[in-house]
């Protein structure tokens, strides 16, 4: 039976997911999330080079990111490709309204904060 979960709890588990990742974790499995035509070999370069992570730090992630079963590693006829789980992208979207709350918060807080400032200069 699939989990249903409320938007609240949603942003919950999004945050609980979030402390369990590097950053470099969760720009890779983004990257790769966006990526699904490349072999692994030409994903990791695209990554490493755009978002400057070194090479041997997205190999490594990737790894760890098909061990939490969030990527798979397909080969076929001598490549290699790299494609995003369902669980993976169930994930990515459980970090996405997490990262979205916080972004509301922040331009909340910056702009009470611009209010504030205006106050004090009258």
Do not use: C, W
Not at 11 to 32: E, H, I, M, P, Y
Not at 49 to 60: N, R
Not at 64 to 78: F, H, P, T, W
């Amino acid at each position: 039976m699939p989990l249903q979960l409320s938007k609240e709890q949603e942003k919950k588990l999004g945050s609980l997911l979030a402390r369990g990742f590097t950053k470099k974790q969760l720009v890779v499995l983004d990257s790769v999330s966006k990526d699904k035509s490349r072999s692994i070999t030409a994903a990791s370069r695209r990554i490493s080079a755009e978002k400057k992570i070194p090479l041997s730090t997205v190999k490594l992630d990737l790894k760890i990111l098909e061990q939490l079963s969030l990527v798979r590693i397909l080969e076929k006829d001598g490549f290699k490709k790299v494609l995003m789980t369902k669980f993976g992208k169930t994930v990515l979207r459980l970090l996405s309204y997490y990262n979205n709350a916080i972004n509301v918060v922040v331009q909340l807080t910056n702009s009470i904060f611009n209010l504030f400032t205006h106050v004090i200069q009258r």
